[in-house]
């Protein structure tokens, strides 16, 4: 039976990773996927899915305007039959894009696999991990580890030194360093302005980073 999936994490705990791996393992078996992307994640490159460890693949990039359920209709049509939809960085979709996929699942009988982030440097929840939180059939967490050796389950975004940075648009693609996975007893503390996060170099991947305190 066809099923919405949500596979949330914290910032760097490998969704991209374990997307592709779904997605090759469906190939391998002579399954056909489609891969989709919100638009205005571009950091690779439009519709290109990559990974922190060097996979990548191609997608279709939607915008925030676009019909999932019509781009699927679509793709059987001009292709054949899809076993697997996949969603990366479904956090920027919308509510109505998260609908979309439960029909997906509903009227084409296809699996949605979505993989996103669960909540925002503010620790506020994205629009489309709300809904996917809230209509999904499964929900799967991806676990990361924080510096102080706990899950991580919060994002914190920071300034050149290492503070926390509380105010500004909720979206800002790229500048990865800028965001690092803690734990929420970490999140309040830096939030609170007790302790700073200092990256090893500039361009540190986030799992490398580490807090000081203040």
């Known amino acids: 039976m066809a099923k919405l999936y949500f596979y949330y994490s914290a910032m760097n705990a490998g969704k991209t990773t374990t997307l592709l791996q779904s997605a090759y393992n469906y190939h391998e078996r002579g399954m056909r996927t489609l891969i989709l992307i919100p638009q205005l994640d571009n950091r ?12 990548k693949a191609y997608g279709r990039a939607a915008s925030e305007d676009d019909d999932l359920l019509h781009i699927v209709r679509e793709d059987v049509s001009a292709h054949g039959a899809l076993h697997c939809v996949l969603v990366d960085e479904a956090q920027f979709l919308t ?35 709300r809904y996917l939180l809230a209509w999904a059939d499964d929900l799967i967490e991806i676990k990361t580890i924080c510096h102080s050796g706990k899950k991580a389950t919060m994002v914190v975004r920071v300034d050149e030194y290492g503070r926390a940075v509380v105010d500004g648009p909720q979206v800002e693609i790229g500048g990865n360093e800028r965001y690092v996975s ?20 500039p361009n540190l991947p986030l799992g490398e980073a580490r807090a000081e305190e203040a």
Request: charge should be positive.
């Open 95 to 129: 509510r109505t894009q998260v609908w979309q996929l439960s029909d997906i699942v509903d009227q084409l009988r296809i699996p949605v696999l979505a993989y996103g982030l669960r909540t925002d440097f503010r620790g506020e929840l994205f629009e489309g991990s």
């Open 44 to 55: 690779h490159g439009k519709g290109v899915v990559a990974s922190r460890i060097g996979l």
């Open 182 to 201: 803690v734990s929420r007893a970490e999140f309040k503390k830096i939030v609170a302005g007790e302790g700073r996060i200092e990256l090893k170099q």
